[in-house]
């Protein structure tokens, strides 16, 4: 494994709690085995509007380090929306904060800086590089001079610490483009680890995958959730059901429930949302899936 950090002690020792010196507490959430253990995304009445009609309608949320968290609900629910609101690609009213610092209002590449990472929908490689170049490119992407260190033929540790983590090593040679339909989504969380994204935001991340990959994706994103704040949209119920440690679900813009897998099927107003003549035919299959364990805990 590859993740370094979150190792030793812990610097303030339990018994310290009563008289915490400020200035002590600052330096221990600077110092850089703990950067990761801060880390929250703190969402507050999230509002996202194009042109008058309201896409996400006052959302709130929060999602701590190692929390693999899934938000789900019907086609147009707003998940996307949000994942570009927090990015800076929509145009966002409210509070996100992660980390401790406000994202609205700032423009993409800094968010970048503090820490925030996404994938799309549809992969997003370079086809005629290899697997390494593209992994060195989003390495500095913002950083500093890799250059130097690709001219003289040295993977930076980073790079070679990601490769192992989405477990592309023995491909890092190849063209991005003769990957695997999984292998590319794996190479585009790579790039977020070499980018030092310690809050990942992948939206759809199985979708088109084989079975094994999928199983995959799930453990390699519970493995990297440990030690980062990783959200997750997906419409895949088999995979929530199998990886979620907590659920999300949407609605129209707003959140309609929230719990685990067990807590989010069993409420009647997401059997209702994916049953109900509201979202007739836009789940893409879930309805079914959603109902299924919900009805079941009904009839204990
Ligand atoms: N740039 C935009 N301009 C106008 N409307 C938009 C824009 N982007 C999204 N919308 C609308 O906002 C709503 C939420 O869209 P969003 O893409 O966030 O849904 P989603 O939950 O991700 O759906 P899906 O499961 O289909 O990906 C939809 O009604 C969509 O048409
Ligand atoms: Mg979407």
């Known amino acids: 494994m590859s993740e370094q950090t979150g190792t ?13 010196d400020p200035e002590a507490l600052e330096a221990v959430i600077a110092a850089p085995g703990a950067r990761f253990r801060h880390d929250y995304l703190e969402i507050r009445d999230l509002r996202v509007v194009f042109d008058g009609f309201v896409a996400v309608d006052g959302v709130d949320l929060t999602v ?6 899934f938000l789900i609900g019907p086609n147009g629910a707003g998940k996307t929306t949000i994942v570009d609101a927090i990015t800076g690609l929509a145009p966002a009213a409210g509070s996100v904060q992660f980390g401790g610092v406000e994202l609205v209002g700032k423009p993409s590449h800094k968010i970048v800086r503090a820490g925030v990472g996404r994938t799309f929908q549809t992969a997003s490689v370079f086809d005629e590089l290899t697997v390494l170049q ?3 490119i989003a390495a500095g992407a913002g950083r500093g001079p890799w250059t130097m260190l ?8 980073e790079v070679e610490a990601a490769l192992e983590t989405v477990g592309l090593t023995q491909v890092r040679d190849l063209p991005a483009g003769v990957l695997a339909h ?7 969380i790579g790039m977020l680890l070499v980018q030092d994204a310690r809050l ?3 939206d759809e991340p199985v979708a088109g995958m084989s079975q094994a990959e999928r199983e995959e994706t799930g453990l390699l994103l519970q493995r990297i959730g440990e030690q980062r704040t990783v959200v997750v949209v997906e419409h895949d119920m088999e995979f929530l059901r199998a990886f979620a440690s907590s659920v999300t679900v949407l609605h129209q813009g707003r959140v309609l429930s929230e719990g685990t897998v067990a807590q989010v099927q069993a409420d009647p107003r997401v059997v209702e949302v994916y049953l109900g003549s509201g979202a007739h035919g836009r789940g893409r299959g879930m309805a079914a899936s959603a109902a299924e364990p919900a009805a079941s805990t009904e009839v204990e």
């Open 150 to 157: 690709r001219r003289r033929h040295v993977v930076p540790p």
């Open 134 to 136: 593209n992994l060195d």
């Open 182 to 188: 999984g292998q590319k989504q794996w190479l585009e």
């Open 8 to 20: 030793g002690e812990p610097v303030v020792p339990p018994d310290a709690t009563g008289g915490l």
């Open 64 to 69: 701590t380090q190692g929390d693999l968290r």
């Open 200 to 202: 990942l935001l992948l």
